[in-house]
T-cell receptor, first 111, second 116 residues
Framework: TQLLEQSPQFLSIQEGENLTVYCNSS?????LQWYRQEPGEGPVLLVT?????EVKKLKRLTFQFGDARKDSSLHITAAQTGDTGLYLC???????????FGQGTTLQVKP | NAGVTQTPKFRILKIGQSMTLQCTQD?????MYWYRQDPGMGLKLIYY???????DKGEVPNGYNVSRSTTEDFPLRLELAAPSQTSVYFC???????????????FGSGTQLSVL
C-alpha cells in the first residue's frame, strides 16, 4: 500500500509550546512533501525531503526524513498562533506519478 | 501572477442540479488536477490532465467530468449533483509529473460546494 498515515489528527496547544507531527507509510518512497493549508485557502508547499536521514529547517519548523525513507516528522519550536492550520504530507505514487496525500494534522495554537 | 484561479468560491446546489467549477492558471503549466477535500480525509484526486486534450481519472472520478481544451483552463462538471458531492474542491497545477522531478503543486483557493 502507498497510504500515508498522519498523527495526530488534531492537536491543540498553547502559544510557545513545542510539537511534533508524524507521517508514516509501510512502503519506501523516493521523496516526501509537506504542505500547510490555512482556513479558506489551498495548501502551500513548505518543503520537499529526498534523502534518507535528511533534515531541513524553515525558521522554527524542522523537517526530518526517516533513514529508511518510510516516515517523516515535522517539529515546530515555540509555536505561534500563525502556525495554526492543516499540515499535509504527500508522496508521489510510483504507479501514476501523481501526489498522494495523508489525511492531515489540524493544528490549533491558542494565544 | 494570479497563479491558479477558481470560481465560484461558494455554491449551494439542489439534488439533481448540474454545475461547472471553473479553474484557470497563468503559469503555462502542463499538468492540472482536481481534488476534493472532506473533513479528516485529506485530498482525493478526482481527475487530472497532462496537457490540452488529454484527461484521465483519479481516485474518485464517479459523478464528475472534465475537459481540457486549452493549457490554461480545466473545468470540472457535476452533472447530477448528489449530497455525497458536498465537499471543498481544489484545482491545482504543476509544470511536470511527480515521478520524474521534485515538482510542487500550486493550488487555487477552493470552491465550497453544498448539495442539499
Amino acid at each position: 500500500t502507498q497510504l500515508l498515515e498522519q498523527s495526530p489528527q488534531f492537536l491543540s496547544i498553547q502559544e510557545g509550546e513545542n510539537l511534533t507531527v508524524y507521517c508514516n507509510s509501510s512502503s519506501v518512497f523516493s521523496s516526501l512533501q509537506w504542505y500547510r493549508q490555512e482556513p479558506g485557502e489551498g495548501p502551500v508547499l513548505l518543503v520537499t525531503v529526498v534523502t534518507g536521514g535528511e533534515v531541513k529547517k524553515l525558521k522554527r519548523l524542522t523537517f526530518q526524513f526517516g533513514d529508511a525513507r518510510k516516515d517523516s516528522s515535522l517539529h515546530i519550536t515555540a509555536a505561534q498562533t500563525g502556525d495554526t492550520g492543516l499540515y499535509l504530507c504527500a508522496r508521489s505514487s510510483s504507479n501514476t506519478g501523481k501526489l498522494i496525500f495523508g489525511q492531515g494534522t489540524t493544528l490549533q495554537v491558542k494565544p | 501572477n494570479a497563479g491558479v484561479t477558481q470560481t465560484p468560491k461558494f455554491r449551494i446546489l439542489k439534488i439533481g442540479q448540474s454545475m461547472t467549477l471553473q479553474c484557470t492558471q497563468d503559469m503555462n503549466h502542463n499538468y492540472m488536477y482536481w481534488y476534493r477535500q472532506d473533513p479528516g480525509m485529506g485530498l482525493k484526486l478526482i481527475y487530472y490532465s497532462v496537457g490540452a486534450g488529454i484527461t484521465d481519472k483519479g481516485e474518485v472520478p464517479n459523478g464528475y467530468n472534465v475537459s481540457r481544451s486549452t493549457t490554461e483552463d480545466f473545468p470540472l462538471r457535476l452533472e447530477l449533483a448528489a449530497p455525497s458531492q458536498t465537499s471543498v474542491y481544489f484545482c491545482a497545477s504543476s509544470y511536470s509529473t511527480f515521478s520524474l522531478t521534485n515538482e510542487k503543486l500550486f493550488f487555487g483557493s477552493g470552491t465550497q460546494l453544498s448539495v442539499l
